[in-house]
């Protein structure tokens, strides 16, 4: 049976295994190269569709991760977890969506809710 606690307990040696290998920070790299893949598939999939199916209790905002060069897009490339982009950030996006920008639907569908859940939170506080 599932237990917080042995969740807890098993995501923490996970996290420690996979600082200490540190070679390859992606996750998915990290899962095939531990055997917690499945290598027999005919399909590979991408990191998120990994945890997707390996963690479905952890929220995707979490870990998908969106790039960015920075306002004016000459900085480093730098990745953060969706929940961790700033409001403005997020509602350029989307504007950049509707305006005929092409990303993945899975991105558009995280971002809305992400705005959702910060509008709830804020409303939540004003209560």
Same mark, same amino acid.
């Given at each position: 049976?599932?237990?917080?606690?042995?969740?807890?307990?098993?995501?923490?040696?996970?996290?420690?295994?996979?600082?200490?290998?540190g070679? !390859?920070?992606?996750?998915?790299?990290?899962?095939? +190269?531990?055997?917690?893949? +499945?290598?027999?598939?005919? =399909?590979? =999939?991408?990191?998120? *569709? &990994?945890? *997707?199916? +390996?963690?479905?209790?952890? !929220?995707?905002?979490? =870990?998908?991760?969106?790039?960015? $060069?920075?306002? !004016?897009? +000459?900085?480093?490339?730098?990745?953060?977890?969706?929940?961790?982009?700033?409001?403005?950030?997020?509602?350029?996006?989307?504007?950049?969506?509707?305006?005929?920008?092409? &990303?993945d639907?899975? =991105?558009?569908?995280?971002?809305?809710?992400?705005?959702?859940?910060?509008?709830?939170?804020? $409303?939540?506080?004003? &209560?």
């Amino acid at each position: 049976m599932r237990s917080e606690g042995r969740i807890d307990a098993f995501l923490n040696a996970l996290g420690k295994e996979w600082k200490r290998q540190g070679v !390859d920070l992606r996750f998915a790299q990290f899962m095939v +190269n531990n055997g917690l893949s +499945n290598l027999d598939a005919l =399909y590979q =999939y991408e990191e998120a *569709e &990994i945890m *997707e199916g +390996n963690f479905p209790d952890i !929220d995707q905002r979490e =870990y998908k991760m969106w790039g960015t $060069y920075g306002k !004016d897009g +000459n900085q480093v490339l730098k990745h953060s977890p969706i929940m961790s982009m700033n409001t403005d950030h997020i509602e350029a996006i989307l504007r950049d969506v509707k305006n005929g920008m092409k &990303i993945d639907d899975s =991105y558009v569908i995280l971002f809305e809710k992400e705005l959702r859940l910060r509008k709830l939170k804020k $409303y939540k506080k004003e &209560i």
